[in-house]
């Protein structure tokens, strides 16, 4: 187990990089926050995170670009370069064609036929406790030592979906509606994230319909075209316990999915001052792509410590 205290320095010094993307940023100011000189910050930062302080902004800068690109329904390329603290709308898209293998312009204009490999790391904090507390609490036939564990707060928003029939999972979903949903689901421009498969507590579904269903989040605003056959729903907003896995063989994805439900199934929200909440929005996946593991969300809610 690494020091508790270099941990908590270097998830000091990732928060301030998520609330200063948009801002200049240097080696001094990170190494304020951490409360190390210089030197050492940038040390154990690399040491934790693999990407030395200024790899990880340039990837979370191109992260958040290209979520904004794919967000906006005609996008200016130099503003979004000068957003993210680029100097020129050439040096930005050079950045953009080497970390995601096409360009900005390209990216935009052709919304939904791109997959890209975005960086959404974890916070140390998370995945340190996850590994302290992992050898007793999760199967010994999981790798617990790359389970990311994180909590996010969704704002009320709409989801467009299809609903099936009696589908509980994936292959039933298929047998029912087909498989090409997820095509029809990320040609949706005003998406604010990638399509899910989603798990609807009760209060979500309509008489004769299945627990199982496919959709992507949009905003609360949306007025947009809804596909044939689809539906829009608005969720209200909850946080969400989120699960990530390790990078595996794309064909071993079954085995990424089972060993992810086993950690799920034995964790203990409660430990960290929550309790799962399945009343309050749909439970989710994001489609199984092995290079960055597999992903599953659970609603929770804060415990009243006082109660």
Known sequence: MESWEKVLAVQR??????????????????????????????????????????AYIRARRLTQAALKLQ????????????????????????????EFGV???????????????????????????????GVEQM??????????????????????????????????????????????????????????????PEKFRKPGTSEYAQGVEVPVNFAGNVPKGFEVMELPPCQMMVFQGTPFADEEYEKAIGDLWAVMKSYNPEIYGFCWADEDGPRFQLSPLGYRGYIEARPIRQLNINE
Not at 144 to 158: H, L
């Open 139 to 200: 199967p010994k036939s999981t790798n617990v030592n790359t389970v990311f564990v994180q909590v996010v707060d969704r704002p009320t928003r709409k989801v467009i979906l299809k609903r099936g029939v009696k589908a509980t999972h994936y292959f039933e979903y298929c047998e029912e509606v087909g498989c090409e949903i997820w095509e029809i689901l990320s040609g949706i421009k005003e998406a604010l994230y990638e399509p899910i498969g989603m798990w609807l």
């Open 103 to 133: 360009s900005p312009r390209r990216f935009a204009q052709e919304k939904g036929s791109y997959e890209l490999k975005l960086f959404m790391p974890s916070r140390l904090r998370d995945y340190y406790l996850t590994l302290q507390r």
């Open 71 to 98: 967000a906006t329904e005609t996008p200016k390329i130099i503003d979004v370069a000068f957003d993210f603290v680029f100097a020129s709308h050439e040096g930005f898209t050079r950045a953009f064609s080497r």
């Open 13 to 54: 010094m990732q928060e301030y990089i998520e609330e200063h993307i948009t801002e200049p940023l240097t080696l001094k100011m990170l190494a304020d926050v951490a409360c190390y000189s210089p030197w050492h910050a940038e040390r154990i930062f690399k040491e934790l995170t693999g990407k030395s302080p200024f």
